[in-house]
């Protein structure tokens, strides 16, 4: 009987030393389990973070396409207009030319009327003083 008792004991202290391992097992299992669960969570709102950040990115993209774009039509735009200017600027000079020569060309025909209309007055004065 002291056999069982001793033998009843040892297998008290081990279901107890079993019990304890176990229930070290199951507070370390939920730990694990928390630990994973965290782990879980963070990697789904880095997911999102960065499904966020991709979608941002194909905006700031298609902003970039569009003003490469528009940088490129302003481009030739601009180059137009150069052109234009260079070509008026050409044309202002002919013109500015053409109005100088006019200019002189007036000149010297009212610079001949009025010499003209002189010697009429001093023909036309000779006449009446000769008459």
């Known amino acids: 009987m002291v056999l069982l008792r001793e033998e009843a004991a040892f297998l ?3 279901s107890s030393g079993l019990a304890l391992a176990r229930d070290r097992a199951h507070l370390e299992t939920e730990r694990v389990v928390k630990t994973a669960r965290e782990a879980h969570h963070r990697l789904m709102e880095a997911e999102a973070a ?16 569009d003003a490469e774009a528009r940088l490129t039509r302003a ?22 030319l053409q109005i100088q020569t ?15 209309r002189q010697n009429h007055q001093l023909e036309e004065a000779a006449l009446r003083f000769v008459y």
């Not at 006019?102 to 003209?116: A, R, V």
């Open 12 to 14: 008290r202290d081990q």
């Open 50 to 65: 960065r499904e966020t950040a991709v979608a941002q990115l194909e905006v700031a993209n298609t902003g970039r396409t």
């Open 75 to 96: 481009t030739a735009h601009l180059e137009l207009l150069t052109q234009m200017a260079s070509k008026l600027e050409e044309e202002n000079r002919t013109l500015l």
């Open 102 to 116: 006019l200019l002189s060309q007036n000149h010297e025909l009212l610079t001949c009327t009025l010499e003209n």
